[in-house]
């Protein structure tokens, strides 16, 4: 059995496809969605550990996604992580119920430990 993987949601493919291949270098197993509605049904299909969410995605945003996720009872517990560039991240983090955020550009380093964070928050 391998572990559940952390699902990325972001529309820039090449932000997507860099932090797959980053993370996949550091032992996760990764997903990854362009959009909220991609995001559920990858979230449905593979139970990620963690989410990592954009805000600012074309068909579906990422509060719209949160929205959803929330009301699904089997996805509601995956932590979130938000990684955003918007103006007003910290605070849409804390209203989305986030487990943390972090603003475009952020390195490795903080992106790791924000993970870490996370998965240790819901087992706990």
Same mark, same amino acid.
């Given at each position: 059995? %391998?572990?559940?993987?952390? +699902?990325? =949601? ?14 996949? +270098? %550091?032992?996760?197993?990764?997903? @990854? ?5 991609? /995001? ?18 074309? =068909? ?12 699904? /009872? @089997? ?5 979130? =992580?938000?990684?955003?560039? %918007? ?12 487990? @943390? %955020? ?5 390195? +490795?380093?903080?992106?790791?430990? /924000? ?10």
């Amino acid at each position: 059995m %391998h572990l559940p993987p952390v +699902l990325i =949601v972001e529309d820039d493919p090449d932000s997507r496809n860099m932090l797959a291949a980053l993370l996949g +270098l %550091h032992g996760y197993r990764t997903v @990854t969605a362009a959009n909220g509605l991609e /995001a559920l049904e990858m979230a449905r299909r593979e139970r990620p550990a963690v989410i990592l969410l954009d805000l600012m995605m074309p =068909v579906m945003d990422g509060q719209t996604f949160r929205r959803e996720q929330l009301g699904d /009872a @089997t996805l509601a517990t995956i932590p979130i =992580v938000v990684l955003s560039a %918007h103006a007003r991240t910290a605070e849409l983090a804390r209203e989305l119920g986030a487990s @943390t %955020h972090l603003m475009k550009p952020f390195d +490795l380093d903080q992106l790791l430990r /924000a993970i870490t964070a996370a998965q240790e928050a819901a087992a706990s």
